[in-house]
């Protein structure tokens, strides 16, 4: 089987792969969603997912955030965001072919015309990074919570079609989930975890990447700053979401 670049005339065997290439990130449009309790850890987790995307080439105004009360809202207000950027994507182009038909009328419409641009950048959704953080208590709560949620989000991406990125931190305690957003200890300034805690000198954790691989046994200290994992969901945003572009069109380009 012959696969041909989408940037070849029709028929013709391409004679440079290289010139083949995935759809550019700042053709992309990427929604963020993320609770609001753990305000500090979903606040540097935030930091890193936008600063991720903004150097992967996504353009400011196509990053679209929006929050929630908790992580057990997030599949249902996925699933409404990508149906709204749906509708805002019709509504766009409703006014893009008003706009073409007064001004082939010879109509004065510039106003209008400088609107339909605007919103004519507006399109479905490419990705959704969702982004919650669960701190395991003293009760079944949180088992719940992560089971539907996990769940909840799966349905979403393939129901929509829209890649969700699952950027909920499931951690045993707030030390882990503070060290997975890239914070310095307990508290995010170095030293205040053990400072609090009456602590001196070093007091190690375990830290594993949820998948049995990653970090793995690599023990961290109070004060030591963590590898903060919105960067890795803003990028897998970005490569969702040019997959599911080129997908789209039958054609495989990695």
């Not at 290289?18 to 500090?40: E, Q, T, Y």
Request: hydrophobic residues 35%; negative net charge; contains cysteine.
């Amino acid at each position: 089987m012959v696969h041909t670049c989408p940037w070849e005339p029709r028929g013709r065997r391409p004679t440079d792969t290289s010139r083949c290439r995935p759809l550019p990130a700042s053709a992309l449009r990427i929604g963020i969603l993320h609770s609001r309790w753990n305000a500090p850890i979903i606040s540097a987790l935030l930091d890193g997912t936008r600063g991720a995307l903004l150097a992967a080439g996504v353009l400011p105004h196509n990053i679209v955030a929006q929050s929630v009360p908790g992580s057990y809202e997030l599949p249902y207000a996925a699933q409404r965001m990508y149906a709204a950027s749906q509708t805002s994507s019709s509504a766009s182009s409703l006014v893009s072919a008003a706009t073409d038909l007064l001004m082939s009328s010879g109509g004065e419409a510039a106003a209008t015309g400088d609107a339909a641009q605007g919103a004519g950048q507006q399109g479905p959704l490419d990705a959704i990074v969702a982004i919650g953080v669960l701190i395991k208590g003293s009760t079944m709560h949180f088992e719940y919570i992560c089971d539907s949620v996990s769940h909840g989000l799966m349905r979403v991406q393939l129901d929509t079609g829209c890649p969700v990125i699952f950027g909920v931190l499931t951690c045993l305690t707030e030390d882990q989930a503070y060290t997975r957003a890239g914070m310095k200890g307990r508290g995010g300034s170095a030293g205040e975890g053990a400072g609090e805690a009456g602590l001196v000198g070093k007091q190690s954790f375990q830290v594993s990447d949820g998948e049995g691989g990653g970090l793995g046994d690599a023990a961290l200290t109070y004060g030591e700053r963590g590898h903060n994992h919105g960067e890795d969901w803003g990028k897998a945003a970005v490569e969702m979401g040019v997959k599911r572009r080129e997908w789209n069109e039958g054609r495989f380009i990695d």
